[in-house]
């Protein structure tokens, strides 16, 4: 069981307080997180894998303090952005699978054959030689999750996966995060995704307010939102 917790934590950008005493440990295969704009979401989850270090308090990741294992860490929760355009590199779609690899694999053909089976897994086979900035927004997000699961993380941690996608490529890699075995942790202003999750938290100017199963925090965050 992979197990992410947060020991009283509290982060300040400059005099701006954006996580206020935050205690909570996330072991749940399916967790999703909402909050309104700017309410500390992406610097929560940005904890999770040493991208922030928070000013105060510990964050362990399967029993590694984050802040003292970094590397480790990262290796063992991967990340994806909104936009996947931050993280594809290479000129062609199987050149940046293979980039990924470098880390862990030094044979250039046992590269090219595990990039190759693993682009055919997300369903990108047929543009293993396409330049990357020609694929589609969903082929993209799909290339970026790609280079990112092909390394083995335990956890993933999806900061707003389908923002940028249209009906059609939100739904589709919906369903690929649906088919995930790993720990998938999803900050999402996109409800539906988030509705058959294990656990919701609701965070609130740096708060966590809620945390319970989607259909009562879900209500729990509209009400918030309606109150203004
Ligand atoms: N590197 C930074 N330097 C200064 N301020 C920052 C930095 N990162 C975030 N902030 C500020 O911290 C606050 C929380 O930002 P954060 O991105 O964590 O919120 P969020 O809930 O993810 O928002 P959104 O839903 O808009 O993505 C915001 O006021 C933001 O401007």
Known sequence: MTSIEFDDVAHSFGDRRVLRGI???LTQ??????????????????????LVIPDSGTVTVNGLNVAKNKRKVR???????????????????????????????????????????????????????QPSHTLSGG?????????????????????????????????????VLAGLDEQLIVLSHDLELLADYQRVLVLDDGRLVADDEPGPAIDFYRRLMARG
């Open 23 to 25: 205690s909570v440990e």
């Open 29 to 50: 295969d399916r967790i999703g997180i909402v909050g309104a704009n700017g309410s500390g979401k992406s610097t929560f989850a940005r904890m999770m894998n040493g």
């Open 75 to 129: 290796r063992q929760v991967g990340f994806i952005f909104s936009d996947p355009d931050r993280q594809i590199i290479m000129p062609t779609v199987v050149e940046d699978i293979e980039l990924s690899l470098t880390r862990v694999e030094n044979d250039k053909r046992r590269r090219r054959e595990h990039a190759l089976a693993t682009l055919a897994d997300f369903g990108l086979a047929d543009h293993a030689d």
């Open 139 to 175: 082929q993209k997000q799909l290339l970026a999750l790609a280079s990112i699961m092909v390394l083995g993380p335990s956890i993933l941690i999806a900061d707003e996966p389908t923002t940028m996608l249209d009906l059609r490529n939100a739904a589709m890699l919906r369903e």
